[in-house]
């Protein structure tokens, strides 16, 4: 079964299983078309690939490359990114983007990491192409000091380069805070970016910026107030996230559809953690809920959902939700497997949590 949903990670092309396994089908779709790259806002974990050669039953998980796919079993779309990077001292700029978006996006980040990337010119693809080339880094070896700072200097040359469209350094700032937040190092450059997002998307005209982005916008400055514990702030942010999200999914056409989906459903799981901090047990159940029924194929929401019912002391439902999850595979089986015995038992156990 878990396979066959998560296709797209050995195919570029299955489009059917969770959320997540659909946008790396349509990345590769347009990928094989020449068309520009779905701007999709998660990627896979560090240990996913491992999660997958371990879980899915295949031994096409335990793949370290792409190109460790036999020619024969490659699609359209898996050949043309092989070939990338066969040629990539050759691509141009641009192309070598795109070949790092399908790298990250299907969590071949030891492949990405170790390709060579030219030094940063003042232009948008490159300095998106050391950004990612430097988070390809951090997910294979780990973060420092000095990778934290190179982190915040290429997203900081995005945000202050007025040659760069408005969302592109919207979306750079909005990282930004969520950097300074993520570490709590600094809540004079937090204040800081926070300002500068909040000017970038009021200098703009009503309509300038998506409502996915605006969505994504509020998320991202949300996390400035939840670290400092101002809840009633967090919540007034994540309403405003949450109703365009909505409005993006009424208004979404078939190609931008999945991109408000996936959207969506990142301000649920957002708000479902915000509520929990706050201790809001109701609202969190609310929002876990929510986030399962709108990626019913993704494991990983059935296991925060059955996660949350063991702290509340709701074994036989957390056992229905942990073996929902086994059920439909990598990256959770083991660890949903694990736990729907601890609760048929009446014991837990730490286990670790799933990627």
Same mark, same amino acid.
């Given at each position: ?8 990670? *050995? ?9 997540? =396994? ?10 094989? =078309?020449?068309?520009?790259? !779905? ?53 141009? $700029? ?8 399908? #790298? ?6 030891? $492949? ?9 010119? !003042?232009?948008?693809?490159? #300095? ?6 430097? +988070?390809?880094?951090?997910?294979? $070896? ?33 990282? #930004? ?23 970038? +998307? ?21 996390? +400035? ?5 101002? *809840? ?12 365009? =999200?909505?409005?993006? #999914? ?9 991109? =408000? ?22 609202? $969190? ?68 949590? !799933?990627?």
């Amino acid at each position: 079964m878990a396979p066959y949903r998560l296709a797209a990670y *050995h195919d570029l092309n299955s489009d059917h299983g969770p959320l997540h =396994a659909r946008a790396v089908a349509d990345t590769g779709h347009c990928y094989l =078309a020449g068309l520009p790259l !779905p701007p999709y806002q998660s990627m896979p974990s560090a240990t996913f690939r491992v999660a997958l050669a371990e879980e899915d039953g295949t031994g096409k998980g335990a793949v370290r490359d792409p190109r460790d796919h036999p020619a024969v079993c490659r699609t359209a779309a898996w050949q043309r990114l092989c070939t990338g990077l066969d040629a990539w001292q050759h691509l141009d $700029t641009t192309e070598q983007l795109d070949v790092s978006t399908v #790298l990250a996006r299907l969590g071949f980040w030891t $492949t990405l990491a170790a390709l060579p990337v030219p030094g940063t010119a !003042p232009t948008q693809d490159a #300095l998106r192409l050391a950004h990612r080339h430097c +988070v390809a880094q951090c997910m294979v $070896t780990g973060r420092d000091p000095e990778m934290s700072r190179r982190l915040r200097t290429l997203l900081r040359g995005q945000a202050e380069d007025d040659r760069l469209p408005l969302p592109v350094r919207l979306g750079a700032s909005v990282n #930004l805070v969520v950097e300074y937040a993520r570490s709590a190092d600094s809540p004079a450059a937090q204040a800081y970016w926070q300002s500068a997002a909040q000017e970038l +998307v009021a200098r703009v005209p009503h309509g300038a910026y998506s409502d996915i982005l605006l969505s994504a916008y509020w998320r991202g400055v949300s996390f +400035v107030p939840f670290h400092r514990g101002d *809840h009633d702030r967090v919540r007034e942010m994540l309403d405003s996230s949450e109703r365009l =999200a909505r409005t993006a #999914l009424r208004a979404a056409d078939p190609q931008r559809l999945l991109l =408000a989906q996936e959207n969506h459903r990142l301000v649920l799981m957002t708000r479902a953690r915000a509520a929990q901090a706050r201790g809001h047990q109701e609202e $969190t159940e609310h929002y876990l809920r929510a986030t399962v029924r709108a990626d019913a194929q993704d494991p990983v929401s059935h296991v925060q959902l059955a996660d949350f019912l063991v702290l509340t002391g709701r074994l036989r439902d957390a056992r229905g939700s942990y073996r929902r999850a086994a059920a439909l595979g990598a990256p959770c089986t083991t660890y949903a497997r694990t736990q729907a015995a601890n609760c048929a038992a009446g014991r837990l156990t730490d286990a670790p949590a !799933p990627p």
